[in-house]
């Protein structure tokens, strides 16, 4: 699963994935104005409750995958380049710049997150009516050697879609059908994609929520989520060489956790994954596993032997781990369930997963 930074020139973009990676990219990947990829690890308060619980020899947070997309220019429709490595991602992390800092020059001429946001937009949902236009014609070209009552059913959906995007309204918000899903599985559609919105603010504006309560309320009905960070402090952060040190910074600014901690979290939650763990004195692991996931599907991701030889998991929920503190506790609560294969795993559920091969 992979999530993509995308954004303007000079928004923080390569500020931000040094924070979330910990890791700077080279001068040879950024000469070569292509995709940066690199892994981060969860940041997940549920699992430090865990492994300072168990104390045990291996802990194994969960990872994703980013990648780090060259600059987006204005008028970005015309490189291709850029909208084949978005359609290859499975969310969209879109940085915008909310900072004011007259050294740092704006490709737009001054500072206006609205703006930037409804331009890339824009762009996106005029990539989407492009391809429209160019499957239509191509439809009509190939109509006598297509299936007339298949090709009369694209053209039917694509109709349906257009007029959608035409109303400047993404395709993520368009109820498909199983059948219209299928039909469509294969095209770059990159609206139809999960897109977070990363607010890049200065740090004097770390407690002013004034700017993203107001974005929030304006892209809530075309469902993208908004969080604000300061790329600068996070960058500060990171720098720290304890945690001692990083916790004492953040009580300086007020502040809770880094941001991208925050961020990382968002980020499985566009990628329509949900968390499981699995603990004991050998190893605490934050798994991921889709939205929906059966029982032996989330033990698949373990491993395949779990998923063909499930016989049952024992499982129990994180809320009431964190409120008795231990296992025995919760048990002598009865609050341990014992699942079958119909159970539908919950975010932060703990599981042993009993299975015979």
């Given at each position: 699963?992979?999530?993509?930074?995308?954004?303007?020139?000079?928004?923080?973009?390569?500020?931000?994935?040094?924070?979330?990676?910990?890791?700077?990219?080279?001068?040879?990947e950024?000469?070569?104005?292509?995709?940066?990829?690199s892994?981060?690890e969860?940041?997940?308060?549920?699992?430090?409750?865990?492994?300072?619980?168990?104390?045990?020899?291996?802990?194994?947070?969960?990872?994703?995958e980013?990648?780090?997309?060259?600059?987006?220019?204005?008028?970005?429709?015309?490189?291709?380049?850029?909208?084949?490595d978005?359609?290859?991602?499975d969310?969209?992390?879109?940085?915008?710049?909310?900072?004011?800092?007259?050294?740092?020059?704006?490709?737009?001429g001054?500072?206006?997150p609205?703006?930037?946001?409804?331009?890339?937009?824009?762009?996106?949902?005029?990539?989407?009516?492009?391809?429209?236009?160019?499957?239509?014609?191509?439809?009509?070209?190939?109509?006598?050697?297509?299936?007339?009552?298949?090709?009369?059913?694209?053209?039917?959906?694509?109709?349906?879609?257009k007029?959608?995007?035409?109303?400047?309204?993404?395709l993520?918000?368009?109820?498909?059908t199983?059948?219209?899903?299928?039909?469509?599985?294969?095209?770059?559609?990159?609206?139809?994609?999960?897109?977070?919105?990363?607010?890049?603010?200065?740090?004097?504006?770390?407690?002013?929520?004034?700017?993203?309560?107001?974005?929030?309320?304006?892209?809530?009905?075309?469902?993208?989520?908004?969080?604000?960070?300061?790329?600068?402090?996070?960058?500060?952060?990171m720098?720290?060489?304890?945690?001692e040190?990083?916790?004492?910074?953040?009580?300086?600014?007020?502040?809770?956790?880094?941001?991208?901690?925050?961020?990382?979290?968002?980020?499985?939650?566009?990628?329509?994954?949900?968390?499981?763990?699995t603990?004991?004195?050998?190893?605490?692991?934050?798994?991921t596993?889709?939205?929906?996931?059966?029982?032996?599907?989330?033990?698949?991701?373990?491993?395949t032997?779990?998923?063909?030889?499930f016989?049952?998991?024992?499982v129990?929920?994180?809320?009431?781990?964190?409120?008795?503190?231990?296992e025995a506790?919760?048990?002598?609560?009865?609050?341990?369930?014992?699942?079958?294969?119909?159970?539908?795993v919950?975010?932060?559920?703990?599981?042993?997963?009993?299975?015979?091969?």
């Amino acid at each position: 699963m992979k999530i993509g930074i995308i954004g303007l020139a000079q928004t923080g973009k390569k500020a931000l994935f040094e924070a979330l990676t910990n890791r700077k990219p080279t001068e040879n990947e950024i000469a070569s104005k292509a995709s940066i990829k690199s892994v981060i690890e969860v940041r997940d308060p549920r699992f430090d409750l865990l492994a300072e619980t168990y104390k045990p020899k291996k802990e194994a947070r969960a990872r994703i995958e980013i990648e780090m997309l060259p600059r987006i220019e204005k008028d970005a429709i015309a490189n291709t380049d850029i909208f084949t490595d978005i359609n290859e991602l499975d969310a969209i992390c879109h940085v915008v710049r909310a900072f004011k800092d007259e050294t740092v020059y704006h490709a737009e001429g001054s500072v206006d997150p609205k703006r930037d946001i409804d331009s890339i937009n824009s762009e996106l949902i005029l990539h989407d009516l492009l391809f429209i236009e160019k499957r239509m014609e191509n439809i009509e070209k190939k109509t006598k050697r297509l299936k007339k009552e298949y090709s009369e059913k694209e053209k039917t959906l694509l109709m349906k879609l257009k007029v959608h995007l035409e109303k400047e309204l993404p395709l993520r918000l368009l109820d498909l059908t199983d059948e219209e899903t299928q039909l469509i599985s294969s095209y770059p559609f990159i609206t139809r994609k999960t897109v977070i919105v990363v607010l890049n603010i200065s740090e004097k504006d770390l407690a002013d929520t004034t700017l993203i309560e107001q974005l929030r309320h304006d892209y809530q009905a075309v469902k993208i989520d908004i969080l604000q960070i300061s790329a600068q402090v996070e960058s500060e952060i990171m720098k720290l060489e304890s945690e001692e040190e990083r916790a004492e910074f953040l009580k300086e600014l007020g502040i809770k956790e880094p941001a991208v901690d925050a961020l990382s979290r968002l980020c499985i939650k566009a990628l329509n994954l949900i968390s499981f763990f699995t603990v004991g004195p050998d190893e605490v692991r934050q798994w991921t596993t889709r939205f929906g996931s059966t029982a032996p599907e989330a033990a698949g991701v373990i491993h395949t032997d779990f998923q063909k030889g499930f016989i049952r998991a024992e499982v129990i929920k994180y809320s009431d781990f964190a409120t008795y503190g231990s296992e025995a506790k919760v048990k002598e609560a009865g609050s341990l369930y014992i699942k079958g294969k119909d159970y539908i795993v919950e975010d932060g559920d703990m599981l042993d997963i009993r299975f015979s091969v």
